[in-house]
């Protein structure tokens, strides 16, 4: 097993309550009670009777940032797992045909100098934490291109729902085909966490 | 099954007889009599009797290559298969840790700004068809990050000779971990491709 890869199961059981589960763009993901979400080698044998679907990602190399973008994330971003960080959100996408056609110049002008992408995600840092999966090239075929897990402390929300409207409204998101957005609430995380 | 995997499968039966098999950089690939190359799905189920090794990637976007480069390639590119292009070489290659560690302008600068990797191999059009697989995000661990098919006449045999002396010389290949030269003779074609 690839070790950056990353398993989201929805089922009867997980360490993340589900609280929302909405079709954005194209069609939903069936009603789940809990999300598991962590490195694939962790769920050794995921029960199937208690999981309705399995979504799979690998973490990888920066596909369109620069050093100087790379360099201010990395001095302003937060990791996973912050304590009282316990809102998590999942956002699985699929872009369209026309994006993967387009030429590395091409969806690198759309996505940072027409969508602003990066620099919209920065302003929101270290609050809202993210951790990027890529799905597009695995070896099973995928229903989606990118999983986003985002992660941020309940008073942050407000903030969250800003950044979502406003990366909604950019020119890379017209070549969405698909999109979902399941909120969840750590209920694993102990009295030390809060 | 992603409808883009390929399969290289080196055995004792196949399409293509084994000629070399060569270490470049690092470990090598155990001696085989044959490979077999194709779409995995045309594989139902490689006889793991046969079969020495099984190497999987995808075809995938361009990851560097411009809008002006991508569109001098397709105009000059040959196909595979192509009837008289019974040479076939398999290199695969894998990047080191501080390759994947540069952000995406400084890997672009690099593969083409410093080392003209598009634009030499424009040089070699049509005569030397090449198709790319990507490894590296791949759901099981891949000994390799990329699989780079060629095809072309035995007469352009120099060229191609040329094409790999000059690609091995640039800054990107200081990067090279491991590689692989696996040539290989076109045996299932009939007279018609001769």
Partial sequence: MNPRTFSFIGGDAGSWKVVSNKAVVGEGLSDVAYLNFGLSTTFSSPQTSSSS????????????????????????????????????????????DAWWALTQDERRAIFEEQSHHTSIGIEYLPAIARQLHHCRDMTESQPFDFLTWFEFHQDDTPHFD?????????????????????????????????
């Fill in 53 to 96: 679907w399995i979504l799979r990602g690998v973490t990888s190399n920066v596909r369109y940032a620069t050093r100087e973008e790379v360099t201010e994330l990395r001095a302003k971003q937060a990791g996973l797992n912050r304590p009282g960080a316990l809102c998590g959100v999942l956002i699985p996408i699929k872009k369209n």
């Fill in 162 to 194: 800003s950044l979502l409207a406003r990366l909604r409204k950019t020119k890379e998101w017209t070549f969405v085909d698909r999109e979902v957005e399941i909120r969840v609430i750590n209920v694993a995380a102990g009295d030390s966490k809060m």
